[in-house]
């Protein structure tokens, strides 16, 4: 397990504690509502959804908190404008802990942002995210909201290597800090396998090392184009789920703090297997920071012992 020499610096996001050396806090896991070809979903346009069904996932979601104590953010996506105030609003009435709020749509990102300044939304939302392809008019409302937490991606075509995507970091760190936003998890952005997946945990490392920000990974990106996958034989949910909860843990060994791991269809299963990685991480750095002679506070899961 790692131990920073670097001070980790951990934030409150919406009352969910982000960041801090390994194994100090639990790792929090994000899961994604409301995106294309969930089964959730009606009509990505008009935001409409399966509400009962939505609820399940959120209940199944609540009892694996309850029963691992690993915090859950929820990601919800909105296609539209009017999609993204549908879903933002069913999800505060739902859930009261803290959820991100994204869009490929510039409209739909605006919309997320004015929503939860006019309802009173922002000590728990967290904008995803600062990234190269911002619109100005995107950067001036976000500017002037309350908003001042969000995921800083780390992403460029052209960076490659460890040296240009922490370039990349930097430059979008400072925008983040422009901008007001002064609660933060860098993302250094999974790419799907045989398109650069592994850079990140690289990059991960070195963001510990050399910044001290609390990390965030996207790792259910990594299967999405595998050609393995692809095959007959191996193109069902249960193979495919088999590689995000793959994903997930490598991601939560290489330290990151909080890790999305995409569709919550997949809950239960990233749940158990990150808290059964968790027991391992508390045992491994209990026993490093006696070697070290350190005294720092530990997440202690509740299935130890």
């Known amino acids: 397990m790692f131990v920073f020499k670097k001070e980790q610096q951990a934030f409150d996001f919406g009352g969910v504690t982000i960041g801090g050396q390994p194994g100090e806090n639990p790792t ?7 995106s294309k070809g969930q089964a959730i979903v009606e009509n990505t346009r008009e935001g409409t959804f399966d509400r009962n069904l939505a609820q399940q996932w959120l ?20 296609r539209t404008a009017t999609a993204m105030e549908n879903h933002l609003k069913w999800l505060a009435e739902h859930f009261d802990g803290p959820f991100m709020f994204e869009s490929s749509g510039v409209k739909a990102r605006v919309r997320g942002i004015e929503y939860c300044e006019e309802v009173g939304l922002q000590e728990r939302a967290i904008y ?3 990234n190269l392809s911002m619109k100005d008019e995107e950067k001036e409302i976000l500017t002037g909201s309350r908003i001042d937490k ?17 370039g990349t970091i930097n430059e979008m760190i400072a925008s983040a800090n422009q901008m007001g ?8 952005a999974t790419m799907p396998v045989g398109a650069g997946y592994g850079l990140e945990y690289r990059t991960l490392l070195a963001i510990k090392s050399e910044l001290g920000l609390p990390t965030c990974l996207g790792p259910h990106n ?20 088999s590689a995000v909860v793959a994903s997930t843990v490598a991601a939560q ?12 269809v997949r809950t239960k299963e990233v749940f158990t297997a990150v808290a059964m990685i968790g027991n391992a991480i ?6 490093a920071n006696h070697a070290l002679g350190l005294d720092r506070p530990l997440f202690d899961p509740p299935t130890s012992g």
């Open 222 to 241: 990594a299967p999405s184009a595998w050609k393995f996958l692809k095959q007959p034989e191996f193109d069902d949910e249960s193979t495919y789920r």
């Open 181 to 188: 936003l002064t609660k933060m998890v860098i993302d250094p």
């Open 28 to 34: 929090v896991l994000i899961g994604g509502m409301f």
């Open 150 to 166: 969000a995921v800083v991606l780390g992403w460029s075509p052209k960076a490659t290597s460890l040296d240009e995507r922490m």
């Open 128 to 130: 995803n995210s600062i």
């Open 282 to 287: 508390a045992s491994a750095v209990a026993e």
């Open 59 to 78: 209940d199944t979601a609540t009892l694996m908190v309850e029963k691992t104590e690993h915090p859950l953010v929820i990601q919800a996506y909105g």
């Open 253 to 264: 060994l290489f330290a990151t703090d909080c890790i999305m791991y995409g569709s919550m």
